[in-house]
């Protein structure tokens, strides 16, 4: 069998000695696993953050791969423990909906994760991550078959996405992710823009500088472009858009009618 | 042999070269190790931070295992390097306590670190960790045998661990240990704590809200719960206590007779 | 064939999906290379940090590792991508300089990377690191041949290099990098300054403690000494000089003649 690779992401910090926690428990378990960290800087708490995190990150593993994801504000409540089956890749993680915006071509299988076997006894009510996913994680990466973790199930929590909404005189969307540099990803995909826009209005502030990239403008501009993974972005060259427009997640952005030359509908 | 675990903890941070040239170290001489970053966040010079992050990480790792730790603020001073079995697991740490509190079965065997011929040459004076800790975590991983590293020794640096009082009228500790949620964790086991306990003295804070787990209260409560690793934990539900409180390390903690319907003695 | 060595240093920041994108693009295509994180908190668009970093990271790796450097600010210009063979290592990293300041015994071969088969299908205007670098670092990893990737070329940026001048009068440098502890790194050797040294004026303060190691002085005290890359460093120990002194990298250093016992030529 191939080395299986298991990730982890978490809101845990760098300080804190839960990340390593799990990777004993993990080790312990399965010694010859790859362990890939992604992330242990989500915000705290913040399953949004982390859900927009995955969908940009996710869909370039191989299939076979294991994603263990705690970002877990109800850890130890009634709330389920779910593995999913997502286009051949294992992820396990709290309903929380923190993987519903990850694409997918399958229909996800999904699971609740019930069989306490393969958890470590005592389970604390504090650390899911270390008392059952990574166990379990363990488990799968020694070939065990996902049907062992519990029954499938056809209800879980799903993200409320703010829309995206291509109107008669305007494109009118908002700020869903800010990145390490400060840049402003948008919920507006950058195919529903005509390549005709002239203006973006972002909280009250107007952005006129369309660029195909950072270094098509000089340090320091403003500028509206389309983000790796196809939205339209505002960053601030060589600079942090977030922080000198003071605006972050939910900020509102526009495109009016005017600035455009036409709407095309959303693809 | 099985592939080597070598773990790394550092208060190095990310910006600088350091734990680069570490694993540069280590992959020369042992290209197929498998490193594990525990954390490099350990706050710089802070033996006792990384004490207490040991203590909670360290026992899920498995025997065999080597943990190279370096927060070392006597570097190249006459401190001694240490290497350690715990338990069958190796640490290589300096002389400075900072392992002393990783809970073990077996006593603990201690060398000191003192042939040379496994260190790069020359050693600086201001990186053990690369020119010492290093090279010598990878000869183990090539199964040198540990005795060549130098003699064992009878004594060793400890830290001082801050009582828990279980008093006539009183229990009475200390946080000892923040962590990145700003979650404050104490030196009282929660099973000295009579479930019958109402209030917890923090600093001139009181606390009256014991819970299971953090998805018990409201976001933004204050509340009283057992930490993940046995210990009274004092959190705000999705939020920050110690910003909150502008309380860490060392704050005073008390649970008042009356506030208890009798104290059970320290198991 | 060993284990492939991927390392990965970046300005990406730990909240952003932008290195698990790239991790998810080699271990789809290389699922059994070894990933191995150098930084991702290179200060964001800092060449010149990145080239410091990698100048003391870079040479205890072993021939045969691959190292994909993605400090970018001028990806989806006309600047090119690079490849170059370093004492028998890969890099891979724009062509900005970055690679410029690391020791090397054999001429570097350098390659424009021009073959757009080993790239992702589209190439994204702002991130090469996921769409170019990745896939190239896990074709070299599975043993595709560098003049594969592209044509030797024979100019690529450099860095410049404040001097360290050594004259009459004076040992005159500047610090060049600042790590996570605060330490000024200077680019000095260590080497050029007499023993007899005894004073150091750093911006406008004056230096006159000059110690082997940290430990030698006390808590709080500025002290000179030679870093663990072999150049003269101030430092406070247990302290952080950087922010006490409010300086960072090109404050100016000089060291005077009257506080030399004579000077030694450079090496």
């Known amino acids: 069998m191939a080395v299986p690779i298991i990730t982890l992401t978490t809101d845990f910090g760098g300080a804190s000695p839960y990340v390593a926690a799990m990777k004993g428990v993990l080790l312990a378990r399965?010694?010859?696993?790859?362990?890939?960290?992604?992330?242990?800087?989500?915000?705290?708490?913040?399953?949004?953050?982390?859900?927009?995190?995955?969908?940009?990150?996710?869909?370039?593993?191989?299939?076979?791969?294991?994603?263990?994801?705690?970002v877990d504000p109800g850890v130890g409540t009634s709330r389920a423990a779910l593995h999913i089956?997502?286009?051949?890749?294992?992820?396990?993680?709290?309903?929380?909906?923190?993987?519903?915006?990850?694409?997918?071509?399958?229909?996800?299988?999904?699971?609740?994760?019930?069989?306490?076997?393969?958890?470590l006894n005592p389970v604390s009510a504090t650390f899911h991550g270390r008392d059952i996913f990574a166990p379990c994680a363990a488990a799968l990466a020694n070939a065990l078959p996902a049907d062992a973790l519990g029954p499938v199930v056809a209800d879980?929590?799903?993200?409320?996405?703010?829309?995206?909404?291509?109107?008669?005189?305007?494109?009118?969307?908002?700020?869903?992710?800010?990145?390490?540099?400060?840049?402003?990803?948008?919920?507006?995909?950058?195919?529903?823009?005509?390549?005709?826009?002239?203006?973006l209005r972002l909280g009250k502030a107007m952005m006129s500088r369309f660029v195909k990239t950072y270094g098509d403008a000089e340090a320091g501009e403003l500028v509206v472009l389309t983000s790796s993974s196809g939205y339209l972005e505002i960053a601030e060259v060589n600079g942090n858009a977030a922080r000198r427009l003071d605006l972050g997640r939910g900020a509102a952005v526009r495109i009016e009618r005017d600035a455009l030359g036409g709407i095309k509908g959303v693809e």
């Open 85 to 119: 089956i997502l286009d051949g890749k294992h992820m396990l993680c709290p309903d929380n909906g923190l993987w519903t915006l990850i694409p997918h071509v399958a229909p996800p299988v999904v699971r609740y994760i019930t069989a306490a076997e393969y958890w």
């Open 156 to 199: 879980w929590c799903t993200l409320p996405v703010p829309p995206c909404q291509v109107q008669a005189d305007a494109i009118v969307g908002e700020v869903v992710f800010v990145d390490d540099f400060g840049n402003l990803i948008t919920n507006i995909p950058a195919q529903v823009v005509p390549a005709e826009a002239k203006s």
């Open 30 to 70: 399965c010694p010859e696993a790859t362990l890939v960290d992604l992330s242990h800087a989500i915000p705290a708490q913040d399953v949004v953050h982390a859900a927009y995190f995955l969908r940009d990150a996710l869909p370039w593993f191989p299939p076979g791969s294991i994603h263990v994801v705690v």
